[in-house]
């Protein structure tokens, strides 16, 4: 049976889902969302900084006043099927991200999710250390390419996002 449970886990950087461990060893703490921010900001595509343009948070995009209009997250979404297992029945997923860009100028987010893709796109046997817990990035597949997503209420943002299968042990 395909599970959808999610547990609500707090960080400083807000709210994201944890999927079950069905994905991950259950001693992993850190989630495909969170290791892909921290290449991220470890490649300079992105900031841990809370007052700067490019800061990078977990689940969603926020909004309102002190938060700069140029910002990217990244979030865990439902996994990808692959199949059941014969014997017992049980269905075997793959955890996916999407990763998400609000920016002022469409060029600049734009490019911004071009350099991240290419960044993204070369991933494979790729250690990523949160505290003390490493964990290696094992592969990823792009399920699309950039999508412009258009301008939000205020008119004047553009949307882009990119999705992954992440593979992380």
Not at 33 to 43: H, P
Request: hydrophobic content about 40%.
């Amino acid at each position: 049976m395909l599970s959808h449970a999610y547990s609500t886990n707090f960080s400083e950087n807000g709210y994201y889902p944890a999927k079950h461990e069905q994905y991950f060893s259950k001693s992993m703490s850190i989630f495909p969302s969170q290791a892909i921010r921290q290449v991220l900001i470890s490649r300079n595509l992105a900031t841990d900084v809370p007052d700067a343009d490019w800061r990078c948070v977990l689940l969603r995009l926020p909004d309102g006043a002190g938060v700069r209009d140029n910002i990217l997250a990244v979030a865990d979404v439902e996994g990808a099927v692959d199949g059941r297992y014969v014997s017992t029945g049980e269905v075997v997923s793959y955890p996916r991200i999407r990763i998400l860009c609000r920016a002022l100028s469409y060029t600049d987010g734009y490019a911004l999710m071009q350099r991240i893709a290419d960044t993204v796109d070369m991933l494979s046997e790729y250690p990523v250390t949160i505290g003390s817990e490493t964990v290696k990035i094992r592969q990823v597949s792009r399920n699309s390419g950039i999508i412009c997503a258009g301008l939000d209420a205020t008119l004047r943002r553009h949307h882009f996002s990119l999705d992954y299968e992440v593979h992380v042990r």
